[in-house]
């Protein structure tokens, strides 16, 4: 079985995400269980890149016309691009990567990158679908950090292809990371169940802000309007390209949620006490369920 010593990490992409995977491998793998290895990366950001050398995040770093230089020489790769670069990255690359490497995304959005499994897999490369379920509503490597995935869910969406000793090893990182939970999943599962927990929130959020009256409203928050619009300050591109690509779940649950708001419309509008009272312990009840089975996961 692998062990995290000796390894090189490889990362295309070195934002938020990126960033954060790479602070918590140096801080949480290298650094504070002493193993040895070295951390590479790629990305277009020259500035980020050498703040990232500078401040020993990262050990060396690669234009991306260097991208296949580094490929060879990496153990784990993690690809962390938006979804479309994602694919154009791993087929572009394809036989760049060394041999027996494991290579994961982050993509939070998995049907096309599964579907396009065919045109990645190389016999001699272990290419490990996941999604870890963190961010921030802030971007770029500056606003990366090692304790973003404390606590947090990892996803992973296997195929029959996947090698049972490399999915045991990413798992073991993953909690060596901070994760506490692993699930393990099908990419058309994990889109549905996406579409619910993260882009509608942020379909909802986005909205939310764009009915305000005015920016001042905030005068008036006592704390419930900034923790439902806090991801509202959105990254644009990114969540354009999440919501259109899983736009048919996306909307199912969209379609869903306005007739939950509609329900509540109507029983306001006609000042139906009793039903909204209903309605709203119904409500919290479900919630505590909710609460209940995260506490025990």
């Known amino acids: 079985m692998r062990v995290f010593s ?8 070195l934002g938020l995400m990126g960033g954060s995977l790479a602070k918590a491998i140096r801080a949480k793998l290298l650094n504070s269980h002493g193993a040895e290895g070295k ?11 050498a703040v990232a ?42 036989s760049d990567f060394k ?10 959005v998995k049907t096309s990158i599964m579907m396009s499994l065919p ?34 869910n990892y996803i992973l969406t296997l195929h029959s292809e996947n090698k049972p000793e490399n999915v045991v090893f990413f798992k073991r ?14 990419y058309a599962l994990h889109d549905h169940k996406i579409a619910f927990t993260s882009q509608l929130c942020h379909v909802i959020a986005s909205a939310l802000v764009d009915s305000a009256e005015d920016a001042e409203i905030t005068a008036f928050g006592g704390g419930s309007f900034e923790d439902l619009t806090r991801i509202a300050m959105i990254n ?20 869903a949620f306005k007739l939950s708001l509609e ?29 209940t089975i995260e506490l025990t996961k």
């Open 99 to 108: 041999s027996g490497a494991i290579v994961s995304d982050i993509s939070g």
């Open 236 to 255: 644009a591109p990114l969540w354009t390209e999440l919501f259109l690509a899983n736009r048919t779940e996306l909307l199912a649950h969209i379609d």
């Open 39 to 49: 951390i590479l990366a790629m990305d277009t950001n020259a500035a980020a890149l």
């Open 119 to 152: 045109d990645i897999l190389r016999e001699d490369i272990d290419f490990i679908c996941g999604h870890p379920m963190a961010g921030s509503e802030k971007e770029g490597f500056y606003h990366s950090s090692e304790y973003i995935f404390d606590g947090r």
């Open 53 to 94: 050398v500078e401040r020993d995040v990262i050990d060396e770093a690669f234009e991306p016309e260097a991208a296949a230089a580094m490929l060879r020489r990496c153990d784990v790769v993690f690809i962390c691009l938006y979804p479309e670069k994602t694919i154009e990255f791993l087929k572009k690359h394809r």
């Open 263 to 291: 329900k509540i419309t109507a029983m306001i509008r006609s000042a139906d006490g009793d039903g909204l009272c209903r309605e709203l312990e119904a409500v919290r009840l479900k919630r505590t369920a909710m609460s």
């Open 173 to 186: 990182l993953a909690g060596a990371l901070g994760f506490s939970r692993i699930t393990e999943t099908n």
């Open 6 to 13: 000796n390894l090189t990490y490889g990362f295309a992409g």
